[in-house]
């Protein structure tokens, strides 16, 4: 039977407020260089008065996947909390634009918190730099999650930076049940080191436990399996998942299933803003899988998307992938 919904995604819904800036305006502002660091609202405030012109466009992890694969022409469906604020408005618009079902509850205009936002600081080599206020999306609970939506995913896809949040480790065990329970699958991202360090325990167990299919990169995957041992590291994943997709930077992807690997070159580009290309990866990753390719065709679909999303600002495709798709042979 066809499901409604080929992927759902789950993670922190936010509008990304992007900046180019000197490495000098990160090492003066207190910024690590290449990492997520969370932040309150005053010091969200604070950056947002320092940065110069800025492009604000709604994203997300998660939700920056979910509309890759949205503009591949998967049926798709996300869930993130947002306010009903102006920021809530515009993210809810934009992501129904791309085609996604997006039916969370927005949180009451007098909500304590605001509706998240990720200000990015973009450096010269295209390494971004992320200072993250996640508002009333840190507040997603398990009465966000619809059964029924996650019974009609073929697969769900669940965002590591969402496990910062008091209610969304039994938030996202609600969803992952109620896929399985349908025949559906799970998929999650690492999202970062820092993420996998605060989190370990309970990514860990999550992965034996529930997961199918792993997203990470090189630092990610060290970091989770506590070790400088790539190739080990990546033979412990994939001893406990069905499928582990690992990007590797300008080394491209390595995909790992059932006792065989796969190597997906990195495509060359000149990199202008590096936000999100782990994000689409997944996406074309998860579009490739869903639509019946192989695991290698999966992994180039992936890199080719990554590299399309990092030559120009902002986390979504500009260019017409399937095209690109075609004229790669992976599809016709």
Known sequence: MTKKYQIVGIGNAMVDVL????????????????????????????L????????????GS???TIAGAAHLGAR????????????????????????????TTFAAKDAAQETGRC??????????????YLGVTEFLEPSDIDETQMAQAEWIYLEGYRFDGPDSHEAFAKANKACKAAGGKVS?????PFCVERHRDAFREMIKSDIDLL?????????????????????????????????????GAHILSGGQRWHAPAIPTDIVDATGAGDLFAGAFLWGLVNGHDLQACGNMGCIAASEVISHIGA?????????????????
């Open 19 to 46: 900046a180019h800036a000197e490495d000098s305006f990160l090492s003066d502002n207190g910024i690590e260089k290449g990492i997520m660091q969370l932040i309150d609202m005053d010091r969200a405030v604070e």
């Open 48 to 59: 947002y008065g320092k940065i110069g012109p800025a492009t604000e466009i709604s994203g």
């Open 62 to 64: 998660a939700a920056n």
């Open 76 to 103: 798709t469906a996300y869930v993130g909390k947002v306010k009903d604020d102006q920021l809530g408005a515009i993210f809810a618009h934009d992501l129904r634009s791309q085609g996604v079902a997006y039916e």
């Open 119 to 132: 200000i990015v600081i973009v450096s010269p080599c295209g390494e971004r730099s992320m200072n993250t």
């Open 188 to 192: 999650l991202t690492l999202s970062d």
């Open 215 to 251: 997203f990470c990169n090189r630092a990610e995957m060290l970091s989770m399996y506590q070790t400088e041992d790539f190739d080990a590291a990546l033979q412990q994943a994939a001893a406990e998942v069905e499928i582990v997709a690992c990007t590797d930077s300008d080394q």
């Open 316 to 332: 979504r495709s500009e260019a017409d992938l399937t095209e690109v798709f075609k004229a790669k042979g992976l599809i016709s």
